[in-house]
């Protein structure tokens, strides 16, 4: 199983951000670290004979908040739950927002990952997407890392974004592949309802084409490959060894606890989510109650999650453990689809594995969809 643990705060919303965060006072983050502490607490009895393989602290800025909460956090873990002795532990952090001694807190807690998002590393591209860093307080904190002890960073990257065109994209590429970090994740972006940049009118006009964003896609692969980076899913990169673990649990369908405001679980079967809402969640007393109401997946919906985080993946998924999970040859359910997406040169067959090809990565969407079952 895996743990995902949501800090929420931020130093500023970024203007393409959905996700569950936002800035907050010194009282609020006091008030929330308690409650999380009960959250963790409540799960760890319910998860008493499951092992946590990996942990993975998001937000959010982890990294905005003290060092000593994430220490208590990571205390609170190892002393209540049963962790793997080699897990990989990750924590978020934004560039400027961490000292030596704060990254030494993380390494002394048993945190043996840190992912940096940077996005970017010219100052235009990053000050239209809102990022408070420069490229420059990125080098700092990546160096302070290394002096920290830390041997396995993940660095985030982004494409398609105002204001950047194929070669800067390149430039951002190299200049960081340059710096060996031991991931890569490098991600196009996408316009979210509800953010600032939903609503703005003129974004259009600085957005790069599609047939550009095509091709920074392709180049990030080919580049990286230069670098000693293989690409193992469909935005992330990695030498060898170094495959984000956590994030290959998810796409492996293995069970993990969200806990935290608004965060995701898939546990026993279910999927159930934590409210969003800050005053809801301060006031929650027991923490199993999403998990006791909600409905266990059916079959069919078991099979499309398979076939959808499955294929994301560059090896793709295993009609051996297709059958093995549900008893039912792949082409018995899936047969008529993905005979057509080998047909168009969006799939492809090597041995016992299914995979989507370079041009099926393209249109992930389509081709996911088409293993929708019409129940």
């Known amino acids: 199983m895996e743990l995902y643990v949501h800090i929420p705060f ?24 308690i409650q999380l502490k009960k959250e963790l607490l409540q799960w760890a009895s319910f998860c008493k004979d499951r ?18 909460y994430i220490e208590m956090i990571c205390q609170m873990i190892r002393e209540r739950f049963v962790l ?43 000050e239209y997407l809102g990022r ?39 430039e951002t590429l190299r200049k960081i592949a340059k710096l060996r970090p031991e991931h890569i994740s490098a991600y196009s972006l996408i316009i979210e309802e509800g953010t600032p940049f939903y609503e703005d009118k003129h974004l259009m006009e600085y957005l790069p084409s599609e047939e550009e964003e095509v091709l920074m896609y392709q180049m990030t692969g080919k580049i990286l490959k230069e670098y000693g980076y293989q690409k ?7 030498r060898e060894g170094y495959d984000c673990q956590h994030n290959l649990g998810y796409w492996s369908q293995i069970s993990y606890l969200g806990v935290g405001l608004g965060a995701s679980s898939y546990l026993g079967g279910k999927r159930f989510d934590r409210t969003k809402h800050m005053e809801e969640y ?88 088409e293993f929708l079952l019409d129940v």
């Open 84 to 126: 793997k002795s080699n897990a990989e532990i990750t924590i978020e952090a934004n560039p400027g927002t961490v000292s030596l001694s704060k990254l030494k807190s993380y390494k002394k807690a048993g945190i043996n990952r840190i992912s940096f998002g940077l996005q970017s590393t010219r100052k235009e591209e990053l």
């Open 10 to 33: 931020c130093a500023q919303k970024c203007k393409y951000c959905d996700f569950c965060s936002f800035q907050t006072s010194k009282e609020q983050i006091d008030s929330y670290i």
């Open 132 to 170: 408070i860093h420069t490229y420059d307080q990125f080098l700092q904190s990546f160096e302070m890392a290394r002096k920290a002890g830390f041997e396995n960073i993940n660095v985030d990257l982004m494409s398609a974004i105002p204001k950047q065109n194929v070669h800067t994209y390149e």
């Open 232 to 238: 193992y899913e469909i935005s992330n990169y990695a």
């Open 51 to 68: 092992m946590i393989s990996t942990v993975f602290i998001g937000g959010g800025t982890p990294s905005f908040i003290e060092a000593w």
């Open 282 to 369: 301060l006031k929650i007393q027991d923490f199993s109650k999403e998990y006791e109401q909600a409905k266990e997946l059916s079959v069919h919906e078991e099979m499309e999650e398979f076939m959808f985080l499955g294929l994301r993946k560059t090896k793709g998924i295993s009609v051996k453990k297709f059958y093995q999970c549900f008893g039912k040859k792949i082409e018995d359910v899936y047969g008529t689809v993905i005979e057509k997406a080998i047909k168009d040169g969006l799939m492809k067959r090597d041995g016992q594995w299914l995979s989507l090809t370079e041009a099926g990565v393209l249109v992930s969407n389509q081709v996911l969809c």
